[in-house]
């Protein structure tokens, strides 16, 4: 097995997934449009801690790259669904605002590892 995935940032993924769990189900009261953004932001922001953790048992370098990359797409994604949140003031601001603050960590930490584990 290769190095895998920094325990730390497995276990700051699952602390985003729980915060997320807990504001997605705010928004998904909302009928309409809140729902289905609240459907989509939870399912790219927990794929992040769920491909990390794949990414744990990678048998190769390749599939720990392929594994982070996937992460890191599903961060991006997250990030624009927080950033429509923040345009449309959705949820409480306080729980948004650091969410989105996470996404975009983990947006940077997760383009520095795949540019690493890629060359």
């Not at 927990?46 to 720990?64: C, D, V």
């Not at 949140?85 to 605002?97: E, M, T, V, Y």
């Amino acid at each position: 097995m290769v190095s895998s995935t920094p325990r730390e940032l497995r276990e700051r993924a699952l602390l985003f997934t729980n915060a997320l769990f807990d504001y997605c189900d705010e928004l998904a009261r909302i009928p309409g449009p809140c729902r289905r953004l609240s459907d989509q932001l939870f399912a790219a922001g927990s794929a992040i801690g769920a491909n990390l953790e794949e990414a744990k048992a990678a048998y190769s370098r390749r599939e720990l790259a392929q594994k982070t990359a996937i992460a890191l797409k599903e961060s991006r994604e997250a990030k624009y669904w927080l950033r429509v949140a923040q345009a449309k003031s959705l949820g409480q601001a306080h729980a948004r605002d650091w969410l989105l603050q996470e996404a975009d960590e983990f947006v940077a930490m997760l383009t520095a590892s795949v540019h690493k584990l890629q060359s």
